[in-house]
DNA sequence: GGATTTAGATACATGAATGTAGCTAATCGC
DNA sequence: GCGATTAGCTACATTCATGTATCTAAATCC
């Protein structure tokens, strides 16, 4: 009987790996204010005892989760094609908006306690570049040559496409659709630019 | 000793509206995911046997609350001056989301118990006109009199400025001040509309 | 003023999460 | 291989919320 035990005992990186896994599902399932270190336990199965060696309240395990995972892609402008770049940043977010480190960091920003609990240096590598660089990567690089003047480039402008998105994402609860985030794209980002749907100066006629 | 209860005994709807109070305080400090029964009555001073008479559990208090809320104001038009009415339309958005009624929404829409809860007519009754038709009225209002072409009064036009406001209240947690409103009405509502700065057109020059 | 309604004050059994402690045994480093 | 580390297991006292039940007495209705 050397294997009344089911699977191999895990240990260091895997085992906290589990348990990241795990703090993120269950956030996704019961939200942050009810997160708790037996519920986070038993979805790791692993003893509760494990979890107060490491952590000392369920919201610390959440955070460290969200802070080691692997950072989301970036947008990579290529082609002279600003407006399919903004598209696809988009598509990038809500992407990552709809993981469940996404959907985690949702919960988190409503949950008084949790917010609490972040210090500004956490706060600034878990949410930077998240919720709020998609579009100003792209937009940055098509005004640096010259695409369209680069005094429009606000910090209002560049949270345009962010923001609908994420409004949308709170009303309906689901993924806009391809056609949703070009309709962003050209009624309200390209015409901050002064980029209208039929060119520079195309609103006036 | 007639006065042994240090407050008359409350009844009926002061009773009721001590509790709604209770509980939109309660949800503001410990989140939607952490109300309780016990808490709610501990804040509104009331044995929890009074509680379960009327609701079954701490989320029904919570929607019930939002549900008798008073209305907000709703933005009206008057002068012709379309800058400065989405101005004020965003400005009574702003006041109605710091509001207790409009923390306790925050917190709702990201707690999963809380979503699964509301029934469709709920969510009608309780948010229809709240997070997104502010700026919609006042448009709607410009655009009949033929202030800017009505086929730009698309939804996503209509949701820029509660989008900027909320992705503004989300990142940095205290309220625009009116500097930022006007930044999002001139820098991102007005050129949907086609009207830039300089008025129509301006962007070519 | 008498009957009815309903808040207020207990009390209690139950279940869940907490935080700690002690032991066993698997895994790793040398 | 041996010692150090660290999961895994079990137990326990504590605290808190739950849901129900019972009784008292204040407010209201007629």
Not at 40 to 57: M, N, Q, V
Not at 61 to 72: F, S
């Amino acid at each position: 009987m050397s294997d009344h035990s089911a699977r191999a005992r895990r240990r260091g990186e895997e085992l906290i790996r589990a348990i990241h896994d795990a703090v993120l599902e269950e956030v996704v399932e019961v939200g942050a204010g009810r997160l708790t270190m037996d519920g986070i336990a038993r979805r790791a199965a692993t003893p509760r005892t494990t979890l107060y060696r490491r952590w000392s309240d369920p919201i610390e395990v959440l955070l460290d989760a969200l802070y080691h995972q692997h950072p989301v892609e970036e947008p990579t402008p290529g082609a002279d094609d600003l407006r399919g770049d903004l598209i696809r940043a988009l598509r990038l977010m809500v992407e990552w908006a709809l993981s469940p480190a996404g959907r985690a960091v949702a919960t988190i920003l409503t949950d008084p306690k949790s917010v609490a609990l972040m210090s500004e240096a956490l706060f600034e590598r878990v949410f930077a570049n998240r919720g709020g660089t998609f579009t100003r990567t792209v937009l940055q690089h098509y005004a640096d040559r010259g695409r369209f003047p680069v005094e429009l480039l606000t910090p209002v402008v560049a949270d345009i496409g962010e923001a609908l998105v994420t409004k949308r994402l709170i009303d309906t609860g689901t993924a806009p659709s391809d056609e949703d985030l070009s309709a962003i794209v050209d009624q309200a980002i390209l015409p901050a630019i002064g980029l209208g749907p039929g060119g520079p100066g195309a609103a006036r006629a």
